[in-house]
């Protein structure tokens, strides 16, 4: 399901977050498992790995300046878990961007059961032994969200839509994206961006479920991303973290 259709009635967020964030935490209760009898699959121990590939992108200038960045899971009481940002200013679009990754490691893809059923040439007994899908919905109770700021007049917040500059670029549906002057990324960086990408958390909502497999490659001095569908602020902010100084970034034809 749709992070749209679940996430507002179980979340708790401040409407208003100062432009740039120091603190955050995001708490999450997750549903009794005992009370309601169900056998729920939480994919709480992907979430770590996930975490330290955001925080590496952080202190390399992601979403804020270069430096500090510090992103903790933990469990802290049963049917809890916890996720905390400490570091250097960061554009709140973090906590979107954590939120989405709580939603995804959640919920499982709408796909999931043909592609298990199809792997076992559609054997449903041997599918089901190895299937672990579940709901959003059977899994978390209530998400709260907080925030420190480092100064500013807050600002209206949106935990659902990132609120990031864009650079003119468009809504991007598989298109190609050119930037000036950028040079590739190292394969680590590299990597946990197309990760992410592949995951959907930098999909718009409506088409995060939708298969995304983009490529990123150097063409003269510009570097191109190819096959991208992710919102541009996501886009901006990657090639911010790449040339710092500035760049030139459009949708090629």
Same mark, same amino acid.
């Given at each position: 399901m749709?992070?749209?259709?679940?996430?507002?009635?179980r979340?708790?967020?401040? *409407?208003a /977050?100062?432009?740039m964030i120091?603190a955050?935490?995001?708490d999450?209760a997750?549903?009794d498992?005992?009370?309601d009898?169900k056998?729920i699959?939480?994919n709480?121990?992907?979430?770590?790995d996930?975490?330290?590939?955001?925080?590496?992108?952080?202190?390399?200038?992601f979403?804020g300046p270069?430096?500090a960045?510090?992103?903790?899971f933990?469990?802290?009481?049963?049917?809890h878990?916890?996720?905390s940002?400490?570091g250097?200013?960061r554009?709140?679009?973090?906590?979107?961007?954590l939120?989405r990754?709580?939603?995804?490691?959640?919920?499982?893809?709408?796909?999931s059961?043909?592609?298990v059923?199809?792997?076992f040439?559609?054997?449903e007994?041997?599918?089901?032994?190895?299937?672990?899908?579940g709901?959003?919905?059977?899994?978390?109770?209530?998400?709260r969200v907080?925030?420190?700021?480092?100064?500013?007049?807050?600002?209206?917040?949106?935990p659902?839509?990132p *609120?990031?500059?864009t650079?003119g670029l468009?809504?991007?549906r598989?298109?190609?994206?050119?930037a000036?002057?950028?040079?590739v990324p190292d394969v680590?960086?590299?990597?946990?961006w197309l990760?992410?990408?592949?995951?959907g958390?930098?999909?718009?909502?409506e /088409?995060a479920?939708?298969d995304?497999?983009?490529e990123?490659f150097?063409?003269?001095?510009?570097?191109v991303?190819d096959?991208i569908t992710a919102?541009?602020?996501?886009v901006?902010?990657?090639?911010?973290?790449?040339?710092?100084?500035?760049?030139?970034?459009?949708?090629e034809e």
């Open positions: 749709s992070i749209l259709d679940v996430l507002p009635p979340l708790t967020a401040p *409407a /977050i100062p432009p120091v955050a935490r995001i999450v997750m549903v498992q005992a009370a009898g056998d699959t939480h709480r121990e992907e979430m770590p996930s975490l330290s590939d955001v925080a590496q992108l952080l202190r390399q200038g979403l270069a430096g960045a510090t992103l903790k933990s469990e802290p009481e049963r049917g878990f916890l996720i940002y400490d250097g200013p554009h709140p679009d973090l906590i979107v961007l939120l990754f709580v939603h995804t490691l959640n919920q499982t893809p709408p796909r059961w043909e592609m059923l199809n792997a040439d559609g054997d007994a041997a599918a089901r032994e190895v299937y672990a899908g709901d959003f919905v059977d899994a978390i109770a209530a998400v907080t925030a420190e700021g480092a100064g500013g007049k807050p600002r209206a917040f949106d659902l839509r *609120a990031g500059p650079n468009d809504q991007l598989g298109d190609t994206v050119r000036k002057k950028v040079a680590e960086t590299e990597d946990a990760s992410f990408s592949v995951l958390v930098f999909n718009p909502p /088409i479920d939708e995304t497999d983009p990123i150097a063409s003269g001095s510009d570097l991303i096959r919102e541009p602020s996501w901006v902010a990657f090639l911010t973290l790449l040339a710092p100084g500035g760049f030139e970034a459009q949708i």
